[in-house]
């Protein structure tokens, strides 16, 4: 298993390398400005000098380095290879995020015409859907999980809160992509409800669990 996590590990160190190909395969023929971000009605709201571009592969690469850092120091890094499918999917997920993120910013930039609104919602919502998805199999580790007071202190409130979670979560993302397809201030209203409620459902449900874990063994 270890030989396993190692080589995906390294396999990682595709997604920066391509992420800096793409950037300077595409560096000559872009404008000296580049609009990096939108607000949420999808209109240029920024922009900044094209060298930015690398930003994105030194980002992947710093992730790379920290998903690869983390286990090897986590007192309970064993639990790792419990969950270890699921952790590589969500990686591989975000890295695929970050390169998206990259060429929408070349696409663009090139003139082309993207639906920045849409396709950020989508993919970001499709993320945490999947998120929620694989959250009940996750296993207590240091860095990993919905990590509150109460789910350290005891397992089996750890594995209800995340069972809890991961429906939230996968609402929440529901949610997110809708925020794509409808009126600004709808989608505004749509984010905030499902970040909120991914930060504070699990969170006071963690609570009232460790609560009721305690009350049944007095």
């Known amino acids: 298993m270890k030989q396993k996590i ?3 590990n390294k396999i990682f160190w595709v997604f920066p390398a391509v992420g800096m190909v793409v950037a300077a395969v595409a560096y000559p023929f872009l404008p000296q400005q580049l ?7 999808g209109q240029p709201d920024q922009t900044m000098h094209k060298a930015f ?3 994105i592969p030194l980002v992947l690469a710093f992730c790379v380095f920290v998903f690869t850092w983390l286990p090897a120091r986590d007192p309970k890094g064993k639990n790792y290879a419990k969950f270890q499918k699921e ?3 969500l990686q591989v997920l975000f890295f695929l995020i970050l390169l998206g993120a990259e060429i929408i910013t070349i696409v663009y930039g090139l003139g082309s015409p993207v639906n920045v609104k849409v396709i950020v919602s989508l993919a970001l919502g499709g993320f945490f859907v999947i998120l929620g998805n694989l959250l009940p199999k996750f296993k207590p580790t240091a860095f990993t999980g919905i990590r509150t007071p109460w789910t350290r202190k005891n397992p089996d409130v750890w594995t209800k809160t995340h069972r809890v979670g991961g429906k939230i979560f996968m609402a929440s993302g ?3 992509m809708a925020a794509g397809l409808v ?8 984010f905030v409800v499902a970040i909120a409620a991914m930060m504070v459902v699990p969170l006071v449900y963690s609570y009232v669990a460790f609560r009721k874990e305690n009350e049944g063994k007095n």
């Open 6 to 8: 190692k080589m995906v």
């Open 35 to 41: 609009v990096t971000h939108w607000d949420f009605s």
């Open 53 to 55: 571009l690398f930003v």
């Open 87 to 89: 952790n590589t999917i």
């Open 174 to 176: 529901a949610c997110i």
């Open 183 to 190: 009126p600004t201030g709808w989608s505004i209203a749509l």
